[in-house]
């Protein structure tokens, strides 16, 4: 029996849908990769098809020549981080990591985490380290991504699952969940990124914390979801130096997930509720508000947003029970071309290699 069959019965018994939505705040396939060999040196995107349990990747100066990497047979991946050719892909309800080499496109090895750990997002240490979030466990593991190995668990808050770096240090988002509902304010678990010795806890004033980014400043912001159906969404902001919650915003809407900076002046944010909205960090005030959320492709709703190196926009279409596709936005947040990926895109992140 492999190990993702051990899981499998329990993941077709959970519901598939509050999982997502609890992850994204946070089937069989060929092993085989499809299409050419994609070309070196170019900005690549990285699409997460959760449903369809594989990663879709493309050049983007080149979307038409794209590739499906299965990642499976089973899983509930949202996100993923990126190092040059390498991608570590957490499996969510499945305790284990999948490790891709993007340029053969295919997964060269899958570790096991530790029993009942889950594991939703992740981070690059240095290029052989990677942070994996336990939520079930409230732990981070450190995977070598080269070896396939497993390091000793490092404590953090109650369902960690993102990351930010800045200062030297890496901030373990922790959305203080019990039952996939919050049981208290969100956290930040703070770590050297050297030595990964932990270095304290920063309170946040928001529920729910998850999608994370990190201004030119250095400064983190923190989009604290709230419950379901109470349009509870807050921002909180925190001065890594201090290690302290710096400020804190109101009226960001029904659980509202990834936040992105596309410029200082301009923190995008996206909600399976709304679109995408924006604010602005400089004037704390909003040039789109929740209700007056941009519907990529007519709409209005958005499984996230990206932002790639070269300052373009991105949003995924939110749909699972079919194929599915990202839009390329222009600066007005209008859709300028359509790119097909895979079913229930959740995460989107950059590489070139």
């Known amino acids: 029996m492999t190990y993702f069959q051990t899981h499998r019965s329990l993941y077709r018994i959970l519901p598939r849908c509050l999982i997502l939505a609890v992850l994204v705040l946070a089937g069989c396939s060929d092993s085989s990769p499809s299409g050419p060999e994609l070309p070196t040196g170019e900005l690549t995107a990285v699409v997460v098809n959760s449903v369809e349990v594989t990663l879709t990747v493309f050049p983007v100066a080149d979307p038409s020549d794209r590739r499906t990497v299965p990642l499976g047979p089973e899983g509930s991946p949202v996100g993923a981080s990126v190092r040059g050719e390498l ?38 240490v240095n290029d052989s380290i990677a942070l994996v979030a336990n939520p079930g466990l409230n732990t ?8 396939g190995t497993v390091g000793a668990a490092i404590d953090a808050g109650r369902y960690p699952q993102r990351f930010a770096e800045s200062g030297g240090r890496i901030f373990v988002v922790n959305s203080e969940l019990e039952n996939f509902a919050p049981a208290g304010n969100g956290t930040l678990t703070v770590l050297d990124a050297g030595t990964l010795e932990m270095l304290g806890t920063v309170e946040l004033s928001g529920e729910n914390s998850g999608g994370v ?5 250095g400064r983190l912001f923190i989009m604290n979801s709230g419950r379901f159906g109470q349009a509870s969404g807050t921002l909180s902001v925190v001065d890594p130096a201090s290690m302290s919650e710096v400020g804190f915003h109101s009226g960001f809407g029904e659980f509202p997930g990834t936040v992105v900076f596309q410029s200082n002046t301009r923190l995008l944010f996206s909600s399976w509720s709304f679109g995408i909205a924006e604010w602005n960090p400089s004037t704390g005030s909003f040039a789109r508000a929740p209700d007056a959320a941009a519907a990529p492709g007519g709409i209005p709703s958005a499984a996230g947003v990206a932002i790639d190196p070269e300052g373009g926009i991105w949003s995924l279409k939110p749909v699972c029970d079919a194929p599915s596709s990202v839009f390329e936005l222009n600066a007005e947040l209008e859709v300028r071309s359509e790119v097909p990926v895979g079913l229930c895109p959740t995460g989107m992140v950059f590489t070139t290699f």
Not at 213 to 217: G, N, P
């Open 87 to 124: 991608a570590v892909v957490p499996m969510g309800i499945v305790p284990a990591v999948a490790i891709v080499d993007l340029a053969a496109g295919e997964v060269i090895r899958t570790v096991a985490l530790p029993e009942g750990s889950g594991a939703t997002g992740s981070h690059f």
């Open 140 to 147: 981070v593991s450190p995977v070598n991504v080269l070896r």
């Open 213 to 217: 980014t990190v201004a030119s400043d």
